[in-house]
């Protein structure tokens, strides 16, 4: 049982350090919860169904802290356009995108899905697809 355990709370615990690589604070916080759940979770009551239900809880609690910490992130922008941040055209070379407002193509390789860019010529921002 308790070698079950012991492998339960290692595959979830890898599983949430894979994950950790999300780009966004939700996808971050996530992960990070549902590790810390599933640690939780089972060295209290030692048995995998517990891990499995505390991963879960921690996934929802730290989702839920990512996206107030990406909304805060947000503000610092400014408010969003009344529509929202337009969304970059795929330029036909992965990671690069066209400017919704210039057609300017910027190398987006290293901004995370739905990410917030500044358009160096207009100054206002829009959104990585």
Known sequence: MTKDLFVGIWVVAIS????SSCDTPVGQ???????????????AT?????ASIGAAAGAAAGALTGAAIQQDQAARYGPPPPGGYPYARWAGTSGF???????????????PHGGLT????????????
């Open 16 to 19: 949430a350090l894979i994950l």
């Open 29 to 43: 916080g996530a992960a990070w919860g549902a590790a810390t759940g599933a640690i939780i979770g089972g060295a």
């Open 46 to 50: 030692g048995n995998v169904r517990a």
């Open 97 to 111: 995108y066209y400017c919704p407002y210039t057609g300017r193509v910027y190398d987006l390789r290293g901004v």
């Open 118 to 129: 500044r358009d160096v010529d207009t100054g206002r921002l829009f959104r990585k697809p």
